[in-house]
C-alpha cells in the first residue's frame, strides 16, 4: 500500500504526464440531478409532449459533420408490467429507435449500465433486474446485441452510456444480487477489499481510489466494445458524491500521510482518481477499436463539476480523457442565474482541443414545462432556438434529454 500510494504521489503532479502514462499501460495490458438530476419521466403520445406542445419533428442539421443525438435513459428500458420475453424487448427497441429515425435524429446514447448491471451479456458485472424483475437473473436473449442490429437497420448510430461509479441510487435497485460485486466483497474473508465500494446517504458507489476497481471498470468497457458492434462508449456525471468528503476520508487520509508535503487536497486527489479512471477508460476503447469513440457529459454547473471531482478543464483541453464532452445544458435562455446562452458559451472555452468534439445536451423533457422560474413558459420553441445556437458558436452538434419526450 506504501508504494502504491507513492507511485500516485507521483503521477498526480501533471495531469498531462497522467494521461500519457496510463494511455501506454493500457495498450500493454491484456486484460480479457439538482439541475442536472432528471425527474420522472412519463411516455407521451400522439407526438406531444406532457404539456401538448407537438413536436413531430426535431429541427436537425442535415450535414453528417453534425450530431444530432438522443438520450435513451434506463426509465425507457423497464420491462415492467410486461411478459419480460424477447419479443417484448425487442418490440420495445423497435418503437425507439423508430422514432428515434423518424424525428432526424443520427446517433442513439443507449443505457446499458445504470447501476453496476448490465443490459448485455456480461462475464463481469450481475444481468439488471430493468430485463429480468430481479438483478442477476438473466434473460435468454441479448439486449444489446439487438439494440445494435436495429441501429444499423437504420442507419443509427449507438453509443453505449454506463454509469462507472454507481451501484445503487435511493434503493434502486431495491436488492442487490449475490454475484454483485457489492455483495461479494462484503461476504467474503478478504478484508482488503471492504473498502472497494462506499456508501453516501442512500447511494452506493465503486470507490474509484482504488487500482482494483478502475480496472474492473476499465475490463467492463473492453467486454462492451470486444463484444458488440457499438460506435461509442459515454459516461454520465456520477462522479463522487456533491457534499460528502467523509466518505472516502479514510483513503485520502493514507494517501495523504504517504505523500507528505506534496500531498493534494481530497478535492484534487478526487479530481485524479477519476482522471485515471478515464485515461484507462479511452485507452481501452481505442484499443479494443480504433474507430470507437470515448464521451463524458457533465453537468453544465461548472461549480458543481469541481464539487463531485469532476476535472472539466482538463477534460476539454488535454488529449486522453475524452473525445467529446456533452455538458448537460438542461437550462432556459431566461435562467435566473445561469441562461442556457452564457453555459453554451462557456463551455465552448472549456472544451478547447480542436480534436474534442462538443456536442451540447438539451431538456426537451422542461420544453412548455414551469421548469427554471417558469421562464421555459416565456417564449416557444425554446429547444429550436437552442440548437440553432448550438450550431451558432461552432459546437460539433446536441444530444436531446430524452427519448420519452420526442
Known amino acids: 500500500m506504501k508504494t502504491y500510494w507513492k507511485k500516485i504521489t507521483a503521477i498526480m503532479m501533471s495531469s498531462a504526464i497522467l494521461a500519457g502514462c496510463v494511455y501506454i499501460l493500457s495498450l500493454q495490458s491484456d486484460t480479457k440531478e439538482k439541475e442536472n438530476l432528471s425527474p420522472e419521466q412519463s411516455v407521451t403520445t400522439n407526438n406531444q409532449n406532457s404539456k401538448g406542445i407537438k413536436t413531430d419533428k426535431l429541427p436537425v442539421v442535415s450535414s453528417s459533420s453534425f450530431t444530432a443525438g438522443v438520450w435513451v435513459p434506463y426509465m425507457s428500458l423497464d420491462l415492467k408490467g410486461t411478459d419480460r420475453s424477447e419479443e417484448t424487448a425487442r418490440n420495445r427497441l423497435t418503437e425507439i429507435f423508430d422514432r428515434i429515425s423518424q424525428v432526424g435524429a443520427d446517433t442513439v446514447f443507449l443505457h446499458v449500465r445504470p447501476f453496476g448491471d448490465a443490459l448485455y451479456q456480461s462475464e463481469l458485472f450481475p444481468a439488471s433486474h430493468l430485463l429480468s424483475g430481479e438483478q442477476g437473473k438473466k434473460v435468454n436473449y441479448d439486449f444489446l446485441k439487438i439494440a445494435c442490429e436495429l441501429a444499423r437497420e437504420r442507419k443509427l448510430h449507438i453509443h453505449a452510456w454506463i454509469n462507472p461509479l454507481r451501484i445503487s441510487l435511493d434503493n434502486i435497485p431495491s436488492r442487490l444480487s449475490e454475484d454483485n460485486y457489492y455483495t461479494q466483497w462484503k461476504n467474503d474473508k478478504d478484508k482488503s477489499n471492504d473498502r472497494y465500494t462506499i456508501s453516501s446517504g442512500k447511494s452506493i458507489i465503486y470507490n474509484p481510489a482504488y487500482p482494483e476497481v478502475r480496472k474492473l471498470i476499465t475490463d467492463g468497457i473492453r467486454e462492451i466494445v470486444r463484444n458488440y458492434d457499438i460506435d ?51 485507452s481501452a476503447v481505442h484499443y479494443e477499436k480504433k474507430d470507437c469513440v470515448f464521451g463524458i457529459s457533465p453537468q453544465c454547473n461548472t461549480e458543481n463539476d469541481e464539487k463531485i471531482g469532476a476535472d472539466i478543464h482538463a477534460w476539454g483541453e488535454i488529449a486522453g480523457y475524452a473525445d467529446y464532452l456533452s455538458p448537460q445544458i438542461y437550462v432556459s435562455e431566461n435562467h435566473p442565474t445561469l441562461p442556457f446562452q452564457k453555459s453554451a458559451d462557456q463551455w465552448k472555452q472549456i472544451v478547447s482541443n480542436k480534436n474534442i468534439k462538443l456536442y451540447i445536451s438539451l431538456a426537451l423533457y422542461k420544453e412548455g414545462t414551469d421548469a427554471d422560474n417558469g421562464t421555459w413558459l416565456e417564449k416557444e420553441n425554446n429547444i429550436e432556438s437552442q440548437i440553432s445556437y448550438t450550431k451558432a458558436i461552432g459546437a460539433d452538434g446536441y444530444v436531446i434529454y430524452s427519448y420519452e419526450d420526442l
Do not use: H
Open 232 to 282: 461509442g462508449i459515454v459516461i454520465d456525471d456520477y462522479f463522487y458524491p456533491e457534499d460528502d468528503m467523509k466518505c472516502d476520508l479514510y483513503e485520502y487520509n493514507l494517501y495523504s500521510k504517504e505523500a507528505g508535503e506534496t500531498y493534494l487536497s481530497q478535492k484534487n486527489w478526487r479530481k485524479e482518481n477519476i482522471n485515471s479512471l478515464l485515461c484507462s477508460m479511452y
